[in-house]
């Protein structure tokens, strides 16, 4: 029998949103585009391409990623959220924010614009709250 909870029916809608991405035609545009460019990225090119496409396609105004390593997934948030909204990239691993810095100051700069008056939102959050200012990188 089928569950019509309201919990079942938020599952389907994400389900849902997944699938149309997936099957989008600017989702395989970007794969290839990813694909062919460098990045700095741990994330295969349709990881960042299904990353990109989400942004945008939920229209999200504020993004938190959770392990920045050297920035490259960072980049592709700032991208697809430049001119909307900010991304707040935190990672456990201090000793790589110089080079994250030195990263971002290479970024056009509408993505390094990709800050501002939501950070004290998310300041507020238990888990940004924990993590020592100098292991934060606000893209
Ligand atoms: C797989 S890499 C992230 C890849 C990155 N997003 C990219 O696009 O290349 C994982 C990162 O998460 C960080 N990390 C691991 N545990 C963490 C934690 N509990 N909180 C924040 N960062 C963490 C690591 O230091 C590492 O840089």
Redesign the pocket.
């Given at each position: 029998m089928q569950n019509l909870s309201p919990a079942n029916d938020a599952n389907c809608d994400v389900a849902d949103t997944i699938g149309a991405i997936l099957s989008s035609e600017s989702y395989h545009k970007k794969c290839a585009e990813f694909a062919g460019a460098e990045s700095?990225?741990?994330?295969a090119p349709s990881a960042l391409a299904f990353l990109h496409e989400t942004v945008q396609v939920l229209d999200a105004r504020s993004v938190l990623?959770?392990?920045?390593?050297?920035g490259?997934?960072?980049k592709v948030l700032a991208d697809a959220v430049q001119g909307r909204g900010m991304v707040l990239t935190?990672?456990?691993?201090g000793a790589?924010a110089p080079y994250v810095e030195a990263e971002i100051a290479t970024w056009p700069q509408p993505m390094r614009d990709a800050r501002c008056n939501h950070v004290p939102a998310l300041q507020r959050s238990r888990l940004v709250r924990d993590?020592p200012p100098q292991k934060r990188v606000l893209v």
């Amino acid at each position: 029998m089928q569950n019509l909870s309201p919990a079942n029916d938020a599952n389907c809608d994400v389900a849902d949103t997944i699938g149309a991405i997936l099957s989008s035609e600017s989702y395989h545009k970007k794969c290839a585009e990813f694909a062919g460019a460098e990045s700095k990225s741990l994330l295969a090119p349709s990881a960042l391409a299904f990353l990109h496409e989400t942004v945008q396609v939920l229209d999200a105004r504020s993004v938190l990623e959770i392990g920045t390593y050297f920035g490259g997934g960072a980049k592709v948030l700032a991208d697809a959220v430049q001119g909307r909204g900010m991304v707040l990239t935190i990672d456990s691993n201090g000793a790589r924010a110089p080079y994250v810095e030195a990263e971002i100051a290479t970024w056009p700069q509408p993505m390094r614009d990709a800050r501002c008056n939501h950070v004290p939102a998310l300041q507020r959050s238990r888990l940004v709250r924990d993590i020592p200012p100098q292991k934060r990188v606000l893209v």
